[in-house]
């Protein structure tokens, strides 16, 4: 008895920079025009028609002649016919099967390349609740017959064709089919946006009610994939897990690394009909409030109008807009300070040892006089508002020198009595016609 077929090796062994190096070695290049396409669509008709899936060289010459006389871009002729040909299997979109020589013509046959190419440009196929239902109970399927082979401690042999097998074929292909399915409902979700756009850009009467049906429709349709995906992922997952589970226990790596990936698989076809879901939500959301802001005031496009006008004619004559907005500036310290950690940025310059005296002698009598009021104040047991003892001692006093003197009295506030509670007012005080200040309420701490 011969040793069963060894096992394919995980996803984990596989070099991705080899992998890279080969695909980037093969010098595979892929030139599929309009007339190529055209002519591989005509072979996979005629296929499905004739029930066969080989072509002679006559069959291939008498497409080629039909599909010309339908799009009229092919050329006629037999020598057009072959270059057509033969081009087609230099891009691996046709291959030939008997290897025949040159006295015969050959077989011939759609590569799976090209078949994938018509698939995605002619006909792909529709994602909606109803076939993510049946594709998930044919995986859920599947899988229910391969945990149950799993379960049986049997040779290779049988690992292989009951476990491996089915895993690497069946559900591999029908996970393959719901992501197929994805790329064609993104595509359909793009087209969907590119219409409501041009409804909105043609009209905008018919687009207020023409663009709501198109909207809750795709938001419909992904709500009810999100619903049945979200059904069926637990008992997927528990059929994988519990294979993947098997085949640990069994010494069978291989197939417990596809079953991990295929658990990988279905999270993120989870995870995808999630996000689609609210992304359409927040698209949904950005072209309402564009119809509310934009659409129902603006019916007319007169604003719309007058900056494209704007635009057209301002290398003539230029223009600009502008903005002052800058609010009141009134509080000159952070709003959390720590005035004992703060006490020497805020000693004040004639304070500072070695700093000359202040030129100004007048100023700094005034100073001592109000710091001396705060101290003796607040050594009694009573609170003090700097900005109203500013006001009721120096309200002789010029604007000017108010201001100087009140940042003054701020510093020797915050670094002669740390312990002292702040409580800043809850709105700016004049001193003036022209100052405001933020007032600062000192308490003398409870001891």
Do not use: K
Not at 71 to 87: K, N, P, S
Not at 371 to 389: E, N, Q, R
Not at 403 to 420: E, I, K, S, V, W
């Amino acid at each position: 008895m011969s040793p069963p077929p060894a096992s394919p090796p995980p996803a984990a062994a596989v070099s991705v920079p080899l992998r890279v190096q080969q695909a980037y070695a093969s010098g595979f290049r892929l030139e599929v025009t309009p007339e190529d396409l055209a002519f591989l669509a005509g072979l996979a008709l005629t296929g499905e028609i004739d029930a066969t899936t080989e072509f002679d060289l006559a069959t291939l010459m008498q497409v080629h002649r039909s599909v010309d006389e339908v799009v009229g871009a092919l050329g006629g002729g037999g020598e057009r016919a072959e270059r057509a040909v033969g081009r087609l299997i230099e891009q691996r979109l046709l291959t030939r099967l008997d290897f025949g020589g040159i006295r015969h013509g050959g077989t011939y046959t759609l590569s799976a390349l090209a078949r994938a190419l018509l698939e995605h440009a002619l006909g792909p196929e529709r994602l909606d609740r109803q076939s993510l239902a049946v594709v998930l109970g044919s995986v859920l399927a599947h899988l229910t017959e391969i945990e149950a082979a799993a379960r049986h401690d049997a040779d290779p042999a049988h690992w292989e064709a009951q476990v491996e097998a089915p895993l690497r074929l069946v559900v591999h292909e029908l996970i393959g089919a719901i992501e197929r399915r994805q790329h064609a409902l993104d595509a359909e979700q793009r087209d969907t946006r590119q219409a409501i756009q041009a409804l909105l850009d043609a009209d905008w009467d018919s687009a207020l009610e023409r663009c709501g049906p198109l909207l809750n429709a795709a938001a419909g349709t992904l709500r009810e994939l999100r619903e049945a995906m979200f059904e069926q992922t637990s008992l997927l997952n528990e059929r994988l897990e519990a294979i993947e589970s098997a085949a640990l226990a069994g010494g069978h790596a291989a197939v417990a690394a596809r079953a991990a990936g295929l658990l990988l698989r279905l999270g993120t076809v989870a995870q995808w009909c999630q996000s689609r879901f609210e992304r359409w939500g927040e698209y949904t959301r950005t072209v309402n409030e564009f119809i509310r802001t934009q659409v129902r005031f603006d019916r007319e496009r007169s604003v719309a109008a007058r900056l494209a006008e704007a635009l057209r004619s301002y290398a003539d004559a230029p223009w600009a807009l502008v903005v002052n907005d800058a609010g009141q500036l009134l509080r000159l310290r952070p709003e959390a300070v720590d005035p004992a950690a703060d006490a020497h940025a805020a000693t004040l310059p004639d304070e500072a040892e070695g700093a000359p005296a202040h030129a100004d002698a007048a100023l700094d009598a005034r100073h001592a006089a109000l710091a001396a009021a705060l101290d003796a104040t607040l050594a009694g047991g009573g609170s003090v508002s700097l900005a109203g003892l500013l006001a009721a001692s120096a309200a002789d006093t010029p604007l000017d020198l108010r201001y100087a003197l009140y940042a003054r009295l701020f510093a020797h506030a915050l670094a002669r009595h740390p312990q002292a509670a702040h409580e800043p007012a809850a709105a700016p005080v004049a001193l003036g016609a022209r100052l405001q200040v933020e007032d600062l309420q000192l308490t003398p701490e409870a001891r």
